[in-house]
């Protein structure tokens, strides 16, 4: 059974960072597309950056310079490392996967599989 796993969210000032993680159980993630998202109350669901197979990361404009993307293919994990944070950063972050032929979707509806998500509170 395919799982994502989120985890490393939490409360931070504005100005500091956090690192989320995404582990993937039931499959290798590196055989999927990637997309971490946010939403935030009251907002619809946003991709902050998108990832295909080989690895190429898109970030939206929001986060570039900000947050950066990696993995570890030993311990079938992504990170999501984000620094810089302000208060607009405040949302649940998720990490989705799609089986699509082609990778670097946006739209959330193009990710089958979703974590539960995992908090981020930026405070001013």
């Known amino acids: 059974q395919v799982q994502l796993v989120e985890s490393g969210g939490g409360s931070v000032q504005s100005g500091g960072s956090l690192r989320l993680s995404c582990a993937a159980f039931?499959?290798?993630?590196?055989?999927?597309?990637i997309g971490w998202f946010r939403q935030a109350p009251g907002k619809e669901r946003e991709a902050v950056a998108i990832?295909?197979?080989?690895?190429?990361?898109i970030y939206t404009d929001s986060v570039k310079g900000r947050f950066t993307s990696s993995q570890d293919s030993a311990k079938n994990t992504l990170y999501l490392q984000m620094n810089s944070l302000n208060p607009e950063d405040t949302a649940m972050y998720y990490c989705a996967a799609s089986a699509l032929r082609w990778c670097l979707s946006w739209l959330p509806t193009d990710y089958t599989y979703w974590g539960r998500g995992t908090q981020v509170t930026v405070s001013s």
């Open positions: 039931g499959y290798t993630y590196s055989n999927y597309c």
């Open positions: 990832i295909d197979r080989g690895g190429v990361t």
